[in-house]
């Protein structure tokens, strides 16, 4: 007995050097797991098991809640006024359909023993406010508060989340999934709560079932790390358990029973919200998949790891059977969300589907049979070994890689077995998993087959499920909505009025009481080190004295490579394909393999190709700007021979020229960012802004790369012959390639050990000497004099660009000067400190958006933010009060240490082996430069804020000479007045996706990008 806690389990993990614990407490069954490694980023979470029961989203309101303020620490959020005055590197909730779990983790243990403190009091001595439930979860508020005739609205937050959830394709198609595969169950609840039945949630209910599920013996705790952890043990005692009292402790365990089985397959046709579609008319396409029902998780995670296999050999990649039968068929152009095998609640299940395929019953029937055939004749023939030996690579170096965030990583992947069994630690089987499939298949050559009869085709649980298109589905709801509404309104009796407006005027006394914070656990300056540890590596010199730096790191058998390119000099109309080179290089074959026969050698032997931009501002001169591409490269160092002989082929001889494969992957990826165009809005916004005032954030911005993709898949779509077209692209592609792997531009480092160096340098040799004889300009410098060097003209954008969403992003950007400033220190923590005392509370609280910030980047800009808000012009007025605040003075000393702390958890982040030295490799940042830059961050006071904001934010403000982008449904008019200034430009940039546009709007097709 330790601490009251019961040994249960030991187990020894020889490939991760891991130990995992299993414990239990003697008084109360509450779990407790424990996973000893030499990590030294500590990991700890909280967990009860929390099946979903209605459709109320208690369990979500709940989580919420509990982060409101607890009897030790009465502080309005304390989560986030724990993230300035902790290091964490991980913080935050999780509401699943049937758990909730509170995770952190930290490096320090001061700050690690905080968090735990905190997190302890939150979960099981939550204060619950009703003003609190009010605000987070759900409450009738009249349109003028005390005006009771103005109309009855819904109001609250958890509320309005679960409305905009219902326009997220992906989670809305899942919902629908799960809720349907499941019969009798807790699945086919919406357990973040359904916005049309959230308001039947009483307060009381609530209480309740706090009392009832987070209790001890419902609970499971974790930790994984280098610490102690008998140190939690004797904690969660001291604290929590032996105060507990009475004599039936153990009997609130809850559990999920499984699925009532179908005995014939089931048909479920329903509606989906429509959005943006390429190439076709939105309101034209459908989703549709076959998905099964099988095992329940952990009766044999050997089995569910078998089947995860199987998920990846018959979908995942250009060799599957379902790749080739649903979208290189030309069926459909991209899988539904979710597909493949999920093992994320008590039962697995598979899913094969398409989405943005026709509506009509005719395609419906043709995509069944395709998957249904695609499985039958799999069943018959089998799977190429080498398919298989592809799929097991990629397990095992997935496992060896290393991460940043282990522990949280673990957690994450291991939800499914923490809620529903007490053995957590199925993922860390997955290499004895991997030897013993392979032994096994040498016994039986049938096993992917057999599984394959045995879990699809004479699997009776079975659902088709199709979302066809529907344009006004959230409009129906907000008139259902209306009516409810004015059906209560009318009989709402006096004491009820007063009720209401008694709550509305409680809450908003609740949110404007000013609190002390002082209460919350901190860690204070002196416990930040004042200087960086230094990164060893070594510069040597391969043929033609092409450099490479070599940085001698513990990467647990694997080796990465980066070669570095300087693409400045390339032309400009070349350069616009840089990210469809990007995208297309890793997914080629070469001149003498196949696509797909290339692919599968170069996934068996390494983790594949990735290629990137990474442009920046010299860290001493902001106007002097780098543009370089990055290709990574990385292996097991069994593997190094053939990997590194794969990479030389597709670098020196990759096949543009394959036009089928070539418009593949275009269309394919043109969908894909369509249907994450809401998603990836904020992103968007910033790159759309910054390069109002950035000659390289103009050639590179995210979005003008995105749409160059999505232009391109449009018109391959529209085209009835596209072969012209993408013969041009090939041919754009081939002379890019050639040009960017010039002698005089290129650069090379490794991250390895020492005993590899040898011959890594020896192949990369050859590979160098390879491409000297394959391309013709290796040794060319690219002439400039004849090129006319265009002088970059700032422009100050004011920009609005519609998407179908109902909430806006906003951004405006700032200059701020260079890294090895002395102001720019003083920039950063001025930045921060504007979004944690300042916006956070205008804009997240008072203006209900999910988020705001400001961010500062040593590129020279500030960029202030604000992301899904519903009041686009009351945040830009906002961003002015913040800056004429700051002018002002009007901020504390705790402000400027919590700006501090907080800038630290950021520059602090944890790198993993793999990435050291980047930094310097890519940025020439080197550890004096970032030792004296951490000093300046740490002495910076009051006047250097107001400094520095009177020096940058303000004139830049006075003048206009800021770029504000909106992205959103900001119509011309109606808006708000800010909109309708002239000096506002509205950009339909997004209309070019659906058909239409192209129809009527042919010569304005140029216009944007
Ligand atoms: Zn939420």
């Known amino acids: 007995m330790i601490s009251g806690f019961r040994v249960k389990n030991i187990k020894r993990f020889d490939e991760f050097q891991m130990t995992g614990f299993i414990l239990e407490h003697e008084k109360t069954g509450a779990k407790y797991f424990h996973i000893d490694s030499s990590d030294m980023n500590n990991t700890f979470a909280i967990h009860f098991c929390t099946p979903a029961f209605d459709n109320t989203g208690v369990f979500h309101i709940l989580e919420h809640l509990s982060l409101c303020g607890s009897k030790k620490y009465p502080v309005r959020d304390p989560f986030m006024n724990m993230m300035k005055r902790s290091l964490n590197s991980y913080m935050n909730a999780w509401t699943g359909p049937d758990y909730t779990m509170y995770p952190f983790a930290a490096q320090n243990i001061k700050d690690y023993q905080n968090l735990r403190d905190v997190y302890l009091d939150a979960t099981y001595n939550p204060n619950l406010d009703y003003k609190d439930y009010l605000q987070e979860g759900w409450r009738y508020e009249f349109l003028e508060p005390s005006n009771r005739k103005s109309g009855l609205l819904y109001k609250g937050i958890v509320l309005n989340e679960m409305k905009g959830d219902m326009a997220r394709q992906d989670s809305y198609f899942l919902h629908k ?58 904690f969660l005692e001291e604290n929590l358990l032996s105060k507990l009292d009475g004599s039936n402790l153990k009997g609130r365990r809850f559990y999920v029973p499984n699925s009532i089985r179908l005995e014939e397959p089931k048909e479920v046709i329903d509606f989906y919200q429509t959005e943006l579609g390429i190439g076709s008319e939105a309101d034209n396409l459908a989703k549709m998949a076959i998905a099964y029902l099988c095992d ?31 979208i290189e068929s030309g069926l459909a152009p991209g899988y539904c969300h979710g597909y493949g095998l999920d093992t994320s609640l008590k039962e697995a299940t598979m899913t094969f589907g398409v989405q943005n395929i026709e509506n009509d019953y005719r395609k419906f029937k043709e995509v069944e049979d395709a998957i249904m055939n695609g499985l039958k004749e799999v069943s018959e023939r089998g799977f190429d070994y080498k398919l298989i030996e592809e799929v097991l690579h990629l397990i095992e170096y997935d496992s060896k890689k290393p991460k940043d965030d282990f522990g949280i990583n673990l957690l994450n992947q291991s939800t499914g077995f923490i809620t529903h069994s007490d053995y957590p630690f199925p993922m860390l089987h997955m290499n004895d998993f991997s030897y013993k499939l392979k032994k096994e298949l040498k016994e039986n050559g049938q096993l992917f087959q057999d599984m394959i009869k045995k879990y699809f085709l004479s699997n009776t649980h079975r659902i088709k499920l199709i979302l066809r298109p529907k344009l006004d589905l959230i409009s129906n709801l907000n008139n259902e909505e209306f009516q409810s509404l004015s059906r209560i309104d009318d009989r709402l009796t006096d004491i009820e009025v007063n009720k209401i407006i008694q709550d509305t005027e409680s809450l908003v006394k609740h949110q404007s009481q000013i609190q002390s914070i002082d209460i919350l656990p901190c860690l204070g300056l002196e416990d930040i080190p004042t200087s960086i540890e230094p990164v060893q590596f070594e510069k040597l010199n391969l043929v033609h004295d092409i450099p490479l730096s070599f940085f001698d790191q513990p990467t647990n058998g694997l080796s990465f490579i980066r070669i570095k390119a300087n693409i400045k000099e390339i032309p400009e109309d070349l350069k616009e394909y840089i990210p469809l080179y990007n995208m297309l290089l890793p997914r080629l074959g070469t001149k003498d393999h196949s696509y797909e026969e290339f692919q599968n050698m170069l996934h068996t032997n390494s983790a594949g190709l990735s290629v990137s931009v990474d442009a920046f501002s010299d860290i001493n001169d902001i106007n002097k700007e780098t543009e370089n591409l990055v290709y990574e490269m990385s292996f097991l160092d069994n593997n190094m021979q053939k990997a590194l002989q794969l990479y030389s082929q597709l670098l020196t001889v990759p096949n543009f020229f394959d036009l ?112 000297k004889n394959e391309n013709e300009v290796f040794e060319r410098e690219i002439n400039t004099e004849n090129t006319e060097t265009s002088i970059f003209e ?73 992301f899904r808000d519903p009041n686009a012009e009351r945040t830009f007025n906002t961003f002015e009060k913040a800056i004429i605040y700051v002018r002002d003075g009007k901020f504390s000393e705790q402000d400027i240490k919590d700006a501090k702390i907080y800038t630290f958890s950021i520059v602090d982040k944890l790198i993993n082996p793999g990435n050291k030295g980047l930094e310097l490799f890519l940025r020439n940042l080197d550890e004096k430069s970032r030792n004296i830059f951490r000093n300046r961050l740490l002495t910076v006071n009051k006047e250097d804020i107001i400094e520095v904001c009177n020096k940058y934010l303000v004139p830049q403000l006075e003048n206009g000479t800021t770029c504000r982008v909106v992205f959103g449904n900001v119509s011309n008019s109606g808006s708000g007045e800010m909109f309708d200034s002239s000096e506002w430009d509205f950009v339909d940039s997004l209309d070019f996706l659906s058909e239409k546009y192209f129809a009527t709007n042919e010569e304005e097709e140029k216009q944007v990008s």
């Open 660 to 771: 089928t494969n070539l418009n593949q992957i275009i269309k394919q990826e043109s969908v894909k960012i369509a249907n994450e165009i809401v998603n990836n809005s904020l992103d968007y916004a910033i790159s759309y802004a910054s390069a109002g005032l950035k000659s390289y954030k103009r050639t590179y911005s995210a979005f003008k790369s995105d749409m160059f993709i999505c232009r391109l898949g449009s018109d391959l779509i529209q085209c009835a012959s596209p072969r012209d077209i993408l013969q041009a692209t090939a041919e754009k592609l081939y002379l890019l390639h050639n040009l960017i792997l010039r002698k005089t531009s290129l650069e090379f480092a490794l991250n390895g050990t020492k005993k590899h160096l040898e011959g890594i340098s020896v192949n990369l040799n050859l590979l160098i000497n390879k491409i």
């Open 177 to 234: 999934l799960q809720s349907n595969l499941f019969v009798n169950s807790v699945y086919n609840f919406n357990s973040g709560g359904d916005p049309r039945f959230i308001p039947t949630l009483k307060y009381e209910n609530l209480v309740e079932t706090h009392k009832k599920f987070y209790h001890p013996s419902n609970s499971k705790f974790f930790s994984y790390g280098d610490m102690n952890f008998l140190e939690n043990l004797e």
């Open 296 to 326: 329940d998780i952990n009766q044999n995670p050997y089995e569910t790891f078998k089947l995860s296999i199987l998920s990846h050999l018959l979908m995942e990649g250009p060799n599957s059977i379902m790749f080739k039968r649903l």
């Open 794 to 866: 700032e422009k100050y954008y004011k920009t609005i660009i519609k998407t179908p969403a109902q909430v806006y992003e906003c951004v405006e950007v700032f200059k701020i000067p260079h890294y090895n400033h002395p102001d720019y220190a003083k920039c950063v923590i001025m930045s921060n400190l504007i979004g944690l005392s300042f916006l956070h509370k205008e804009i997240r609280e008072k203006g209900g958006a999910y988020g705001s910030g400001v961010s500062p980047s040593d590129s020279g800009l500030c960029v202030f933010y604000s």
